[in-house]
């Protein structure tokens, strides 16, 4: 007779998965992490690296980012006042999350679209 599973035992296995998707979810938590990983240190340079973000919605996003550790925010006085975007070490440990979901995401492609969609797309 198989190990039975109760209730408890789900949900123990799925509250640190619906932790890091409560950080890491949605549209663009991963890509600006990615564009601030990449060297984009500036609110204008963040949002020109990822197609249709909106101040408005990157404003945000930065913020719950920084309220997670995963950003920090500097500001350097002077004229004008420098605002910049770094990310933290704490940020890095999502590395191998961001490498798994690439790989995964591109498999996928190949799985739905065909092994030539990534050259069909090129030469569109």
């Known amino acids: 007779m198989g190990k039975h599973h109760d209730h408890q035992d789900c949900l123990q296995a799925l509250r640190p998965i619906r932790d890091t998707l409560d950080v890491i979810s949605g549209t663009w938590k991963l890509q600006i992490i990615i564009s601030v990983n990449a060297g984009n240190r500036r609110f204008t340079e963040i949002q020109r690296s ?4 909106t ?3 990157l404003a945000k996003e930065l913020k719950e980012l920084e309220q997670n550790g995963l950003i920090e925010r500097t500001i350097t006085e002077g004229y ?4 910049e975007y770094f990310p933290t070490d704490y940020a890095h440990t999502l590395d191998q999350v961001v490498e798994s979901l690439q790989y995964w995401g591109e498999n996928h492609r190949r799985h739905i679209f065909g ?3 990534k050259k069909e ?3 569109k």
């Open 50 to 53: 990822i197609p249709k973000l």
């Open 55 to 57: 101040p408005k919605v």
């Open 80 to 83: 004008p006042i420098l605002i």
């Open 115 to 117: 092994k030539d969609s």
């Open 121 to 123: 797309k090129e030469t």
